[in-house]
């Protein structure tokens, strides 16, 4: 049942129109160097992005098998290799019909395949946070008719907020930045996704997420921004089942990541030990060619014209990312009591 929840009646004005036309590639996303003007290493027949636009689309048989043969995958879904493939041809094909997406599909082919490894009978929704323009939104309803779970996706439908001084990841230039209105987000779900699937809750994190009360599978945070991302992890992780998942989409910046490796933060708000992060920096195995890190154009970068990022990061509650081993501070014993 489709579903529309607005924490705030004000919404912002649309940002700069350059911001919100439509572009043939991702931008540049808030706190990462502007391109270089004038550079021509795309021109031509055979230019890199062009080869990588290639390779992706050779390889999603590859890639569909290889991702899906999870064998964790629940047998009530009854997910034959015929419906494998159908899945990940839709997933590709959403990515490829809705412009600005910030989501490949491989990387919601991963979220799948931890989707579906949940008995039908956990209780639990998806969680999307951050939204753009309803891509992943598309994406990610496919799957969960799938799997017959609903999607929950927060956002503001307004771009980004304005800049929190303390937050690294954050700038004055990009308020407003990846503006998707909800009607744009609507029509775009129920063009290439599943609308009956969604319930769309509208406003800033601090005002929406506090009134969440439903259990979580797997939660996609797509964000951007220090403060967004330490709202929705403590928001959101205590409703997360004991083997949910928390994916996010900015896995390339260590130090967005730091948080799920971060001792003081867990403890402080938790209380426990941080869960770490898997794909930090790279992103998770899905068929790419990347070694990053990360340069100012994802996939462009001067030293590695050849390479994209295509992947995503992901914790699961039940992990532990906490270091143990201090042989200074044990002198004389074991570091771990193996009896």
């Known amino acids: 049942m489709t579903e ?26 808030p706190g990462a160097d502007e391109p270089a003007q004038n550079d021509n290493r795309n ?42 493939f159908a899945l990940g041809w839709r997933l590709f094909r959403i990515t490829r019909s809705i412009r600005k997406c910030g989501t490949s599909w491989r990387a919601h082919l991963v979220m799948a395949s931890k989707i579906l490894t949940f008995p039908p009978e956990q209780e639990g929704v998806v969680v999307e946070c951050g939204c753009w323009q309803g891509a992943s939104s598309a994406c990610l309803s496919v799957i969960c008719e799938y799997a017959d779970r609903q999607l929950i996706v927060y956002d503001s439908f307004a771009g980004l907020p304005p800049a929190d001084p303390r937050d690294e990841q954050a700038n004055d230039y990009a308020t407003g930045y990846f503006y998707g209105p909800l009607e744009v987000v609507r029509a775009n779900v129920r063009k290439y996704g599943v609308m009956d699937r969604c319930t769309f809750r509208k406003g800033w994190f601090e005002d929406t997420l506090v009134d969440h009360k439903q259990k979580i599978i797997l939660a996609y945070l797509d964000v951007d921004y220090q403060k967004s991302l330490h709202e929705c992890v403590t928001r959101l992780w205590p409703w997360l089942v004991d083997k949910g998942y928390m994916f996010i989409d900015e896995y390339l910046i260590l130090r967005y990541c730091a948080l799920f490796w971060s001792e003081r933060w867990w403890r ?39 390479q994209a990022a295509h992947s995503v990061g992901y914790t699961r509650k039940d992990f532990s990312g906490y270091w143990s081993f201090y042989p200074d501070e044990n002198a004389g014993s074991s570091a771990r009591d193996l009896s």
């Not at 098998?65 to 009854?78: G, K, M, T, V, W």
């Not at 195995?285 to 100012?296: E, L, N, R, T, Y």
């Open 43 to 84: 021109a031509g027949f055979f230019n890199p992005m062009r080869i990588i636009r290639w390779m992706d689309t050779l390889t999603l048989p590859f890639a569909i098998f290889f991702i899906l043969s999870e064998r964790d995958i629940h047998p009530a879904y009854n997910m034959t290799w015929r419906r494998k």
């Open 268 to 306: 402080t708000y938790f209380d426990t030990e941080p869960p770490g992060m898997i794909g930090a920096g790279v992103g998770v195995g899905v068929g790419q060619f990347w070694v990053g890190p990360k340069g100012a154009r994802i996939g462009r970068a001067y030293s590695r014209p050849y």
């Open 4 to 29: 529309v929840q607005e924490s705030r009646p004000a919404e912002r004005e649309p940002p700069d129109a350059r911001l919100s036309d439509s572009v043939t590639q991702e931008p540049t996303p």
